[in-house]
């Protein structure tokens, strides 16, 4: 009888251990928590980021910064490819995702604070298009009408590389797809268009400018603002934490349930 007392302790005593370390999961790896511990992992191995000079002639800061690898007309050369074609988007997207200007043509595309401020970045887009042909910087509007359908665009063009909550990941050797929490809706529908990094380029016949913008409202209003109609979050991970609560809670009740019963008879 003593020992029947002690296995129903120790599977209650199991139980609630499988309890505690669950929650510790779902509280510790949160897509915040994640994006962070992701953002300082980056920055051991960064080096500092370029700083602005107060000067705003866009004409002067690509000489100083981009026409060493761009050439000063954009026709590119062994450091850098050519912007003939890249359009104003492509370049308004590297500077206010701090992909660009970088140090050595061998540095990684990592999203940064940008070096530039925001009217530095509007002259330089302006006086780069003067010499540049290709998309131009949309206009987007966020509008919660068009979150449904973006949604659908999202999971069929965007969530195997990006995952459904935005949280990115490895997609190919060391490649990486980012995270979506800090992306501003322009930014979206420029992706799409220009095909940073590894992403591919969708033209209008495979995302026309109407789903394009709709997946923009979908990543603001539903990716980076999720309202959790359902309760717990659960670390939104999706099938792998609400399985796992199951497993444990489930578990662990039938567990519970089981010594109670034992200790009855």
Request: net charge negative; proline share 6%; hydrophobic share 35%.
């Amino acid at each position: 009888m003593r020992d029947g007392r002690l296995d129903r302790w120790s599977l209650t005593t199991v139980t609630l251990l499988l309890l505690a370390l669950a929650a510790l999961v779902l509280h510790g790896r949160t897509p915040d928590a994640g994006a962070q511990e992701q953002e300082e992992g980056r920055e051991e191995v960064q080096r500092e980021p370029l700083k602005p000079r107060p000067e705003a002639d866009p004409k002067r800061i690509f000489d100083r910064d981009c026409a060493v690898c761009h050439g000063t007309d954009g026709r590119g050369g062994s450091r850098g490819p050519s912007l003939k074609d890249v359009g104003e988007a492509s370049v308004h997207f590297y500077l206010t995702t701090g992909y660009m200007p970088i140090r050595h043509p061998d540095e990684g595309l990592r999203r940064r604070e940008p070096v530039y401020t925001e009217a530095e970045i509007d002259a330089l887009v302006e006086y780069v298009g003067g010499f540049i042909t290709g998309p131009h910087v949309p206009d987007v509007e966020v509008e919660e009408t068009k979150v449904e359908k973006g949604g659908e665009v999202f999971r069929l063009n965007c969530a195997q590389c990006h995952q459904f909550i935005g949280t990115g990941g490895i997609v190919v050797g060391s490649n990486e797809a980012p995270a979506l929490h800090q992306t501003s809706a322009v930014e979206v529908v420029e992706a799409i268009r220009i095909g940073p990094g590894t992403m591919p380029k969708f033209s209008e016949e495979q995302i026309s400018e109407e789903d394009a913008q709709a997946v923009a409202s979908f990543i603001a209003l539903e990716v980076q603002e999720p309202t959790d109609d359902g309760g717990f979050s659960l670390g939104r991970f999706g099938p792998f934490s609400e399985g796992l609560v199951s497993w444990v809670v489930g578990m662990g009740a039938l567990l519970v349930a089981a010594g109670w019963i034992g200790k009855r008879t």
